[in-house]
């Protein structure tokens, strides 16, 4: 069955950077979009970057733009965020998923990230 299983994350301080790993089984990442998304305490779902299936175009919302980096690892099936400069406001639980709209039932169980003001 589609499983998406994530790790990295943890707590670092501003500046710093962190890898977030999403493994997934199930099916072939190369051939669908992944979408990573975020959500602080208080605020809404928000979508930070996706890399499309077969093509691997990448997206970015503004406020990671130049700061995150994700990509794809199609021998391993995995897909990978660095994150890097991060904020005090980058703070959240970030999910995986498979779509890059999040439009799917299959999600990964979210990891946290805390960058302490």
């Known amino acids: 069955q589609v499983q998406l299983v994530q790790s990295g994350g943890g707590l670092v301080q501003p500046g710093g950077s962190l890898i977030l790993s999403c493994a997934a089984s199930?099916?072939?990442?190369?051939?669908?979009?992944i979408g990573w998304f975020r959500q602080a305490p208080g605020k809404e779902r928000e979508g930070v970057s996706c890399i499309s299936g077969v093509e691997g175009a990448t997206y970015y919302a503004d406020s990671v733009k130049g700061r995150f980096t994700i990509s794809r690892d199609n021998a391993n099936n995995m897909v990978y965020l660095q994150m890097n400069s991060l904020q005090p406001e980058d703070s959240a639980v970030y999910y995986c998923a498979t779509d890059c709209w999040g439009d799917t039932e299959y999600w990964g169980k979210g990891t946290l990230v805390i960058v302490p003001s």
């Open positions: 199930g099916f072939i990442v190369r051939h669908y979009g």
